[in-house]
């Protein structure tokens, strides 16, 4: 069964960082970009960041220099490094991988909450 | 960045009846346009990419339609589970991807 558990969320204090896990299963996992998307409770989706299959990395301005993202294909493992973190950062934060070479996102694991 | 505006912000619909939710984008994005249902404490879950193909597993009374900037995703008869909130995103315009706010559909 292909599937993305994400773990490390929690709460943390303005300021403070966090480090977020994907862990996957079931398909190829170095085969594949993989993103971070958030929910603010209630609220829309936002995309965070992407990684490539190479590594290369893209963020959108809201966490551009605050966030990093990071794979170990050899774990089968996504990983997103939170820093400074905010008050607007309060989310649910999900892992997702993309159908195909579309920018669709087929694969969505059940999201892990960040309180700050 | 890419905006995209969806409308409208609540639908209010009986089941057995078709609901029609629009998408657009404040610039062309072709045919990069995917829509997701969402439901309550679960993720997002693709019904549509590539603006009208469904994706597996989808039932056939939800259909894609649309290029460039508007979009429409159609539910031909409405059941009881397809009450829930529903989003488009594009990503047209790599290395960015960005979703609408989200169009809820209620009984």
């Known amino acids: 069964e292909v599937q993305l558990v994400e773990s490390g969320g929690g709460a943390v204090q303005p300021g403070g960082s966090l480090r977020l896990s994907c862990a996957a299963s079931g398909f190829t996992f170095s085969n594949y970009d993989m993103h971070w998307v958030r929910q603010v409770p209630g609220k829309g989706l936002e995309w965070v960041s992407a990684i490539g299959t190479a590594g290369d990395t893209y963020y959108p301005a809201s966490v551009k220099g605050r966030f990093t993202i990071s794979r170990e294909n050899a774990k089968n493992s996504l990983y997103l490094q939170l820093n400074s973190l905010r008050a607007g950062d309060t989310a649910v934060y999900y892992c997702?991988?993309?159908?195909?070479?579309?920018?669709?996102?087929?694969?969505w694991g059940q999201g892990t909450m960040v309180t700050v | 960045e890419i905006v995209m505006t969806q409308s409208p912000a609540t639908l209010s619909v009986s089941p057995g009846e078709r609901a029609t939710l629009s998408c657009r984008a404040s610039q062309s994005v072709s045919s990069n346009l995917a829509w997701y249902q969402q439901k309550p404490g679960q993720a997002p879950r693709l019904l549509i990419y590539g603006a009208s193909t469904r994706a597996a597993g989808i039932p056939a009374r939800f259909s894609g339609s649309g290029s460039g900037t508007e979009f429409t995703l159609t539910i031909s008869s409405l059941q009881s589970e397809d009450f829930a909130v529903y989003y488009c995103q594009q990503y047209n315009n790599w290395p960015s991807w960005t979703f609408g706010q989200g169009t809820k559909v209620e009984i």
């Open positions: 997702a991988r993309n159908i195909g070479q579309t920018g669709a996102f087929n694969i």
